[in-house]
């Protein structure tokens, strides 16, 4: 049965991962084609799996198993990608979540607590700046002003809602979350400390927060023989030196923070101009909100020089530092003795659905180790045995908490 149930997640990757084929390139956006047709696969592995299938207004999907109490256990993750980005990101807790709780209808039958397996939307923030739409809006954080962010080609996130066939309609607080207990995020480690200390799963303790935007620097185009390296005002120069001086700033406090320049344009883009303006995406995280802050300020200082430069600033939607809950800790400690499978207690430097969850709900992640730590790359790659062992620990979990015996405290 289990190795059943491993070959099925295997097979489930290698589809769910077929959808997201752009040529030579791989990326799932939300609300695209690709995403349509995983949405497909993920409806028809939930019916197959017994698990009755709904969307809310945003288009989260949704797979539940009916509990005798009016009580959720939610898990699940993110089923987009980044662009040319890996099979297991995202995918995997999705696809794990709907094995652990098919499976568990099928040896235990109806569970005390209603199971919900969530395919959330836009985590990646690849296509729309603020990323985590689809837990933003589950916890009912998603504002005017996300819903307004434009894509790549102008098209705003209310626009591309509507057009895959979602409402956008808000509610203060989505239906389902109040009815939510717990949440918990099964995920790869995205990194390679379980891979260098050799233990088999991790448990999250903390997730990083994450202040993330946009500077764009506006100079002087002109032409590139004929202007004298004194008389030039180039973005270009101006934005080389402010990323140098936040490499810098972010080296000196070691490991507390990391700084990330990932995404530069430059305007017009021809060797032989003076570039009249440079954009750059940036991506700043830490656990102290007074590191975060201090970031922050570095960033708008730029629009207090006086260097004949103009910046415009642009800043996503704030994601605070998370902690997991302490008793759902205890109790995956707990089930991975039971399972004798050695784990790590562990921080995580990735952004995760878990961490907006875990501003209203009891939330808690188990990390896969990642071959050679890579991530956020088609190189992206975990064992199966590895991947057998987080899904296991899960449904050890699940079933403690939604087919258990023992009460929630309170
Ligand atoms: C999400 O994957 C992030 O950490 O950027
Ligand atoms: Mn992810
Ligand atoms: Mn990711």
Redesign the pocket.
Known sequence: MYNETLEWIENALDSLHETGKMGSLHWRATYTEEDHKALKLLERWMREKNLEVFYDDIGNLFGKIEGEQDKIVLTGSHRDT?KNGGKY?GALGIICAIAAAGALYEEFGKPKKSVEVVAFCE???SRFLS?YLGSRYFVGQLSDDILLERDANGITLTEAIRHAGFSGKRAQKSLQMQKVERFIELHIE?GGVLEQSGEQVGLVTSIVG?LIGKITIDGHQNHAGTTPMHLRKDPVTRAAQFITEMNQWAMAYNEAVTCTFGEIQVFPNKSNVIPGSVSLSF?IRSTSPAILQEARMRIKNLQQQEDGFRYTLEFAAPNAPAQMDEDGLKLLEEAAKKLHLSYRKMHS????DAEMVAQNIKTNMIFVPSVGGIS?SPLEYSKMDDIGHGYLLLKEFLREIAWGHEEEKA
């Open positions: 980044v990101d985590e990646e923030g990323g995205q994450l991506d430097g990735a952004g995760h956020h």
